[in-house]
Each structure stands twice: as structure tokens, then as C-alpha cells.
């Protein structure tokens, strides 16, 4: 028998994605968890049989059986269902962004909402396996990792820890992400007519994102400034990280720090000093590709790093989460090549 997972807000793009990915899963089985009362029944073909529907519950989901509740919900949502379920033995990977920082007080500073489960926070493990993969096979709680925060850490973290940038001069990162990484909920910034043949900056110098790469990645917030900027595409993450290297740091010393750290994961390819990676290769997988070039005369370097919003910054790498944690293989119903 398949193992059993929940899904709350499978309407949303990342829940879509889920039941997806999760439905094409050799090991697990997709619950689909109806959290609002007011949700208009979806009318499907004739003779159509989808995942098995039922109430948002710690009751109902005891009954059917599911191991574990995946929660692609606003964060007040999560921060009301996530203790219900955790009380019931049921684990839980949240995707928003309710359960990633670990103070009450950082919460409050960067979503400028008071946090209703402080406790939780400090028992969240966050949920970036390339990381933080022991912690996360034992939790009771994953909190899945922004997206911009996903392609960031990735490319920033080995290089900071092997002490390949010059932290003086700063780090500035500049990330493009398609229009599904604002959420389905209508919106003029996001409506067709706003989107298509423009490009846009949004949420400068305060966006909710950069605590998770200053905590994750161990910088100051004085070192690393943040743009996002929203790509007129559904789906893709690309970021331009910008900063000087240390004195004698070289684009071949930047490839023996990634395959050190990345040379066995399944889901971080490295390009070849001097080239970069685009958007196409990484969509509707759980990718993340790195690449750079160093100017040796300069220190001057560039990572460009790629992932897809949908893929391994929300539900690919709620599944690879979800892997971990049911003792199943990293990579199962996960894509590992574009």
C-alpha cells in the first residue's frame, strides 16, 4: 500500500504542483485537504477519478489514514492548522513562510505580523535537504524554504564557508522569478495586461525572503542587498549574485568548493567555469544549476543560479523533504534532469 499525504490548498499553484508531482509518485498517495468552507466544487469530465477529498482535520485525516499533511497555505492558515496535526501524530511540511525564521521577533520585523505559534518556530527544522538533511528525516515539522531563498543559499553558503569572498565590499543578488511565485490569488500587479511585455521591481531593501539567506547562509544583513524582480514567464528563478572574491580566489577554485559541497547531490549541477546556466533546463524539474566566471584582474565574480519556483522552490523540494522524513529514496517521483 502507498503511503498517504495530505495536501491543503491544492488549488493553489503550489498545491497543483503537489498533486501533480504527488499523483506520479511510485510510494505515495495524494489526499487533497479542503480547508474552506466557502470552496465552489470542481466540475471534471465525466467518468474522472482523482485523489480522495476530504476535510482539513486532524480527525479526518486520522481516519483516512495520511502519515503526513503537506501545507501550501497562507501562513496564518498554517499557523492554525500546522499544532492541530502535530498534536494528532501527524507530521508536517509547511510551504509558507510561517514556520522559517526561528524567533517570534524576526517574524514580526520582516512579515510585520505577529506570529501566533512561537513555539513551533523554534522546533521547525528548515527544510533544504542539501543542508539540512539528518534533521529533516527526524522532524516533526519542516518548514520548505522560500524560492529566492532556495537558488541563494545554494550558490552563496559553500562559497562564504570556504571563505571565497571578499564580505567587505558586499554581496548584492539580484533574482527574476516567473508570475506563479506570486500565488493564484488575483491581484492587479500580477494580471495579464500589467505582466506581459513588462519587468518590474518589487519589495526593495524589505523583502520577507532575505532573513532566510542571512541565517542560513550566516551573513549580516549590511552585507547583502536583495532585489526581485518579476519576469513576464509562469515559472523559473534566475538570480545574478554579484561580489569580489577573496585575494587569490579563481572560477576553478569556486568549481573545487561547489564539487565538494554538491558533487553527490542529486538535484545541484555545476556548469564549467565561465559558463552559466538559463531558465529552460530547470523547469518542471527540482533542479537547481549553478554556474559563474571570476575576472582574475578585478576579483570580480558573478554566480548565476536557476531553479523553478514551482519545482525546487516549493513543491519539489516539499517532496524531496517528504522522501526524507517516510525513509523513502531523495529522488523518488522527483525530476533529476531537464
Known amino acids: 500500500m502507498k503511503i498517504r499525504a495530505g495536501i491543503v490548498g491544492f488549488r493553489g499553484y503550489s498545491g497543483m504542483e503537489l498533486v501533480k508531482i504527488l499523483s506520479g509518485h511510485p510510494r505515495v498517495e495524494p489526499v487533497l485537504m479542503e480547508h474552506r468552507?466557502?470552496?465552489?466544487?470542481?466540475v471534471h469530465p465525466l467518468g474522472w477519478q482523482g485523489p480522495e477529498r476530504i476535510a482539513a482535520t486532524a480527525e479526518a485525516a486520522r481516519t483516512a489514514g495520511v502519515a503526513v499533511v503537506l501545507l501550501a497555505t497562507p501562513a496564518d492558515v498554517s499557523m492554525q492548522l500546522a499544532p492541530e496535526f502535530l498534536e494528532a501524530g501527524i507530521r508536517v511540511i509547511d510551504l509558507s513562510g510561517a514556520f522559517r525564521l526561528r524567533t517570534a521577533e524576526r517574524y514580526q520585523h520582516w512579515y510585520k505580523e505577529e506570529h501566533t505559534q512561537p513555539a513551533l518556530l523554534?522546533?521547525?527544522?528548515?527544510?533544504?535537504?542539501e543542508f539540512y538533511r539528518e534533521q529533516v528525516k527526524g522532524a516533526r515539522l519542516v518548514a520548505n524554504?522560500?524560492?529566492?531563498?532556495t537558488a541563494a543559499n545554494l550558490a552563496l553558503r559553500p562559497l562564504v564557508e570556504a571563505g571565497c569572498i571578499d564580505r567587505a565590499h558586499g554581496i548584492i543578488c539580484d533574482a527574476k522569478s516567473g508570475v506563479s511565485g506570486a500565488g493564484r490569488k488575483p491581484s492587479l500587479k500580477t494580471s495579464f495586461c500589467e505582466v506581459t511585455e513588462n519587468f518590474s521591481a518589487y519589495s526593495i531593501l524589505g523583502h520577507r525572503?532575505?532573513?532566510?539567506?542571512?541565517?542560513?547562509s550566516r551573513l549580516e544583513e549590511s552585507e547583502f542587498s536583495f532585489t526581485a524582480h518579476l519576469l513576464p514567464i509562469h515559472r523559473g528563478i534566475l538570480e545574478t549574485i554579484y561580489f569580489r572574491a577573496a585575494e587569490g580566489v579563481t572560477a576553478e577554485r569556486l568549481?573545487?568548493?561547489?564539487?565538494?559541497?554538491?558533487?553527490?547531490?542529486?538535484?545541484?549541477?555545476?556548469?564549467?567555469?565561465?559558463?552559466?546556466?538559463?531558465?529552460?533546463?530547470v523547469q518542471h524539474t527540482n533542479l537547481?544549476?549553478?554556474?559563474?566566471?571570476?575576472?582574475d584582474a578585478t576579483r570580480r565574480a558573478v554566480v548565476v543560479a536557476c531553479i523553478d519556483?514551482?519545482?525546487k522552490g516549493a513543491a519539489g523540494q516539499a517532496v524531496q523533504n517528504l522522501n526524507l522524513m517516510l525513509g523513502l529514496a531523495e529522488t523518488e517521483g522527483l525530476q533529476c534532469a531537464s
Open 37 to 42: 468552507s466557502d470552496a465552489a466544487p470542481e
Open 122 to 129: 523554534a522546533e521547525a527544522v528548515y527544510g533544504l535537504p
Open 145 to 149: 524554504p522560500g524560492c529566492y531563498p
Open 209 to 216: 525572503h532575505v532573513p532566510e539567506v542571512l541565517l542560513n
Open 255 to 281: 568549481l573545487q568548493v561547489y564539487q565538494s559541497a554538491y558533487g553527490e547531490e542529486p538535484f545541484v549541477k555545476m556548469y564549467p567555469p565561465g559558463s552559466v546556466p538559463d531558465l529552460r533546463p
Open 288 to 295: 537547481c544549476l549553478i554556474g559563474w566566471r571570476v575576472d
Open 309 to 311: 519556483n514551482l519545482g
